[in-house]
Nanobody, 128 residues
Framework: QVQLVEFGGGLVQAGGSLRLSCAAS????????MGWFRQAPGKEREFVTA????????YYGDSVKGRFTISRDNAKNTVYLQMNSLKPEDTAVYYC?????????????????????WGQGNQVTVSS
């Protein structure tokens, strides 16, 4: 049974930093692409960032480029999201996701329908 468990959300002031972690179990972690998505109230779930399984190539949404960093530790079956220079508009529930699919094109990483497993979500609130 695949499980993705997220840690590290909370309340932070604008300009501050947070790090989210997502611990995976029940899968061959290094074979999975991992992504982070977020959903703000009344909005659709949107792509934040992703990292490929084998080569560790990273992809970022335009709104977080230069501020967020995704990384993974295959020995610990964990993916991380370091969020710096946080803004109130970053407030959302953040979800990690895992995909076993072969992402042929970079645009595939942005599609939430191509991810097979999802975490429970973790609230991040940025106050102004």
């Amino acid at each position: 049974q695949v499980q993705l468990v997220e840690f590290g959300g909370g309340l932070v002031q604008a300009g501050g930093s947070l790090r989210l972690s997502c611990a995976a179990s029940g899968l061959t972690f290094s074979s999975y692409s991992m992504g982070w998505f977020r959903q703000a109230p009344g909005k659709e779930r949107e792509f934040v960032t992703a990292i490929s399984g084998s080569s560790g190539i990273t992809y970022y949404g335009d709104s977080v480029k230069g501020r967020f960093t995704i990384s993974r530790d295959n020995a610990k079956n964990t993916v991380y999201l370091q969020m710096n220079s946080l803004k109130p508009e970053d407030t959302a529930v953040y979800y990690c996701a895992a995909s076993a699919r072969k992402m042929v094109y970079s645009r595939h990483y942005y599609r939430r329908d191509l991810y097979d497993y999802w975490g429970q979500g973790n609230q991040v609130t940025v106050s102004s």
